[in-house]
């Protein structure tokens, strides 16, 4: 579909949005457990939408041309450093999102350190997969280290014996994406300390729930600027703060720890480029509109829909201990369910959840781990947990009776569009992805990744 001889009438475009979105899996309505993070409030898509219009033109390439964008991000960088136990030196930014925030921690920390040649960081398995991108970007090394199979979590000697003369930045998370567990923060920004070394916490999943979690009595761990030695920390605005996408914060403990992560340039004959993140040009529509939701929520608004979330989290994890041959694969210490299926297949599982209107996340098994089912919850869930259980006997009913998934007979070296046919895909995707997740969970990691990469390539061409 090239560009229309003349102009379509306003309505007519929409019209096609909303068509093309038809497709898409639902954001509202509490069944859906990943990529959305949705409260499930009233009028709340609307205010964001008025917000982000009212600054969607407005460039944050020059802080002083537009004052306003200037005082809206300091804004969301104020409230959250007070959420995140800031001082009065605590500076940030706005990032577009989880991963720029990474990229940017990693980035202040090799640019902060420039007698180091060959630049490393020590970063637990189970940081996310944005710190291995930030690595690979930016020319550090990756020195990995194991999390415990039964907590899910890194020690922190182990930490401590991965940091060398080379290492730049240590991270841990708060929590991590897979499991939903807390890194033991304190531990490890101790060892990183004692060596002199910066420790990023990575809270861009949990950041804006575990402080209101703790109000409400979960026993959550010191895991911010409040620690001592942790230098830096990023949360995302986009998730659990509820604001439209393309919102995260970056804060560091002072001013002289953010300076590296300015880019500036003067050696061309245009504009002196200064930028505190990776877009140079960037809009005010996501910042604007995430202004507007912080501060329509509240403080009061934040800590209910954080009781919403914590209520539906302990009911879903309670419907799946009580179905048989289900197991919770890490402790509530969040906002994620992640369970397992012993005695059946896990992606059979995740099939019958999304013919009964669930949509959850499935992931390939790792290491000692098995693969799994994850939930990320959010308050919209908690009306619909009710429905939840029953739907997840019935799934796990059925996903026993059918058994295990057979393996797909074709290799997984036949040309993509045959490869494609043969597992079912068409203009969509099958209708039981299970074959797929079998296929790809016995796939190692390499090919997986090669095999997704031609996938989205056959999908990402030019409609013409
Ligand atoms: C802990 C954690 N860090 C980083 C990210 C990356 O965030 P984004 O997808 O906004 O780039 C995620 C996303 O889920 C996350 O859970």
């Not at 991000?73 to 991963?99: K, Q, Y």
């Not at 993140?277 to 005010?284: K, P």
Request: net charge negative; aromatic share 6%; hydrophobic share 45%.
């Amino acid at each position: 579909m090239s560009l229309p001889k003349d102009g379509l009438p306003a309505e007519q475009v929409l019209d096609e949005i909303r068509a093309l979105r038809a497709a898409d899996r639902p954001t509202h309505g509490g069944r859906l457990f990943a990529y959305v993070y949705d409260p499930g409030l009233d009028g709340l898509d609307e205010l964001a939408m008025s917000a982000y219009a009212l600054a969607a033109h407005v460039n944050g390439l020059d802080p002083t041309a537009f004052p306003s964008l200037l005082a809206m991000e300091n804004t969301l960088v104020g409230a959250a450093a007070t959420l995140l136990g800031g001082g009065p030196d605590t500076v940030g930014n706005v990032t577009s999102g989880g991963t720029e925030s990474l990229m940017l921690a990693v980035k202040a920390a090799r640019d902060g350190a420039p007698g180091v040649e060959r630049p490393r960081m020590v970063v637990p398995v189970t940081g996310h997969a944005a710190f291995t991108k930030a690595a690979h970007y930016l020319g550090v090394a990756l020195d990995l280290v194991p999390a415990s199979p039964s907590t899910l979590r890194p020690a922190a000697e182990d930490v401590a014996a991965a940091i060398g003369p080379d290492t730049v930045l240590v991270a841990c998370s708060a929590p991590a994406y897979a499991h939903g567990v807390v890194d033991p923060v304190a531990e490890i920004a101790a060892v990183a300390s004692a060596a002199g070394v910066r420790c990023h916490v990575d809270a861009c999943f949990g950041g804006w729930t575990l402080p209101y979690l703790r109000r409400l009595g979960v026993d959550v761990p010191p895991f911010d600027l409040s620690v001592p030695g942790v230098t830096s920390i990023s949360v995302d605005l986009h998730k659990y703060a509820y604001t439209p996408k393309g919102v995260s914060v970056l804060l560091h403990r002072d001013a002289e720890l953010r300076r590296p992560q300015y880019f500036a340039y003067a050696g061309w004959p245009g504009y002196t480029m200064v930028n505190p993140v990776i877009s140079s040009t960037r809009s005010g529509g996501p910042i604007a509109a995430a202004y507007a939701v912080l501060r329509h929520i509240g403080d009061s608004g934040y800590l209910a829909l954080a009781s919403r979330t914590l209520e539906a989290v302990r009911s879903l994890a309670l419907a799946v201990s009580g179905v048989e041959g289900l197991r919770l694969l890490a402790p509530l210490e969040s906002t994620v369910v992640c369970f397992t299926a012993d005695s059946f297949d896990v992606f059979v599982l995740a099939d019958e959840l999304a013919a009964r209107g669930w949509h959850t996340q499935p992931q390939f098994a790792y290491g000692e781990l098995p693969a799994s089912i994850h939930l990320s919850v959010t308050a919209s869930v908690a009306p619909r947990v009710a429905e939840f259980g029953p739907d997840l006997a019935a799934a796990a009913q059925a996903a026993r009776a059918a058994g295990p998934v057979s393996l797909p007979s074709v290799s997984l070296d036949t040309p993509l569009p045959e490869l494609l046919a043969a597992l079912g895909f068409g203009a969509g995707l099958p209708d039981r992805m299970a074959p797929v997740n079998a296929l790809l969970n016995a796939a190692p990691p390499e090919v997986r990744e090669a095999l997704l990469v031609d996938f989205l390539g056959h999908l990402q061409r030019p409609a013409l």
